[in-house]
């Protein structure tokens, strides 16, 4: 019988406790979050800290949090602060290279579109771009941002209504639905861990009766 390891992360370094939390609340979506700042520069940047919370009215949160190593906040966060809006794009396998390099620590103003090759489509009802190569892309107001604390590690909240909503037609069968094979969606797990979603990876579970 295996024996269980247990911790208090009252009496962990920050690091420790991400690494438990974050292997094991997984597999998580990826937001790629598109954002301007007040002067109109274009920010792209990955978040795994994210799902959908509301459908009426349909809503979205993701949380870029304060960096541990110096607690300064993201440009994602930034923006999302100063202009209230942003683009959330979902990935497909064919984009993850394009979404890492995104993630690297640019400064202020650089446009990870260019960075990485993606390619800018303008929205129709916000002005953060969407990404042309998701698969499925949600233009949302920022309803509201709950800080979670002050320190490193601190998650920041931001809340996001979904006001229009993008999907490729050829995911999509003669009821609008998402074919989930045809998506081939990634997640994030611990480390530098992802996974893909492929059709030997799925089962079917029927609801139970009654
Ligand atoms: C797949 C993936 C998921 C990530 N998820 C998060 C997250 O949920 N929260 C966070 O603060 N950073 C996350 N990051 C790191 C940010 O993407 C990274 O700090 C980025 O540089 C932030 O960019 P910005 O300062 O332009 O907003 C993630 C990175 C990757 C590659």
């Not at 269980?4 to 979050?33: G, Q």
């Not at 979902?90 to 640019?106: K, P, R, T």
């Not at 202020?108 to 303008?122: D, M, S």
């Amino acid at each position: 019988m295996s024996t269980i390891k247990s911790f208090d992360p009252e009496l962990l370094e920050t690091r420790d406790v991400h690494k438990l939390l974050s292997s094991s609340i997984a597999p998580r979506p990826i937001a790629f979050a598109s954002t301007i700042d007040a002067k109109g520069n274009v920010n792209l940047s990955p978040f795994s800290f994210f799902n959908v919370f509301s459908t009426n009215p349909p809503i979205l949160i993701f949380s870029p949090a304060r960096r541990v190593r110096d607690n300064t906040t993201k440009h994602t966060l930034q923006n999302a602060e100063e202009t209230k809006e942003v683009v959330i794009n979902i990935v497909d396998f064919l984009m993850v290279d394009q979404m890492s390099q995104s993630s690297n620590e640019y400064a202020k103003g650089v446009n990870e579109f260019i960075e990485t090759g993606l390619t800018e489509v303008p929205s129709l009802k916000v002005k953060p771009p969407r990404v042309l190569e998701s698969p499925v892309s949600f233009e949302c107001v920022v309803d509201n941002i709950i800080s979670l604390g002050e320190h490193g590690g601190a998650g920041q909240l931001v809340i996001a209504k979904v006001v229009h909503i993008h999907v490729k037609s050829d995911l999509l069968d003669i009821n609008d639905q998402i074919d989930p094979v045809k998506l081939d969606l990634v997640a994030r797990l611990g480390g530098d861990w992802y996974t893909r979603v492929t059709k030997d990876s799925m089962f079917k579970l029927a609801k139970p009766k009654g």
